[in-house]
Nanobody, 115 residues
């Protein structure tokens, strides 16, 4: 089993910054993909940014240039630095780890951006 523990959400004004962290533990294999998804009220969950073991990233167009994803491989931790936040970034952000055909999810952390 894999456990994901997220931290760093909160309330911020438009234009502000937040940093999310997600620490993975348990049965983790070296070849995995870690990243972040988000779900706003009434909307489907969508990819925000993911990074594979080799450092290749996939970042949503809506956050390119504002959000940065990074990993600490030794700590099995993934980070999401969110700058220039907009009200439309308001959502529950979920950490994700994909390995061996299975998806694992964190409990979610609320990010609220006020205008």
């Amino acid at each position: 089993q894999v456990q994901l523990v997220e931290s760093g959400g909160g309330l911020v004004q438009a234009g502000g910054s937040l940093r999310l962290s997600c620490a993975a533990s348990g049965s983790i294999v070296s070849s995995n993909i870690m990243g972040w998804y988000r779900q706003a009220p009434g909307k489907q969950r969508e990819l925000v940014a993911v990074v594979d073991r080799g450092g290749d990233t996939n970042i949503a167009d809506s956050v390119k240039g504002r959000f940065t994803i990074s990993r600490d491989y030794a700590k099995n931790t993934v980070y999401l630095q969110m700058n220039s936040l907009k009200p439309e970034d308001t959502a529950v952000y979920y950490c994700n780890l994909y390995q061996r055909g299975s998806n694992y999810w964190g409990q979610g952390t609320q990010v609220t951006v006020s205008s």
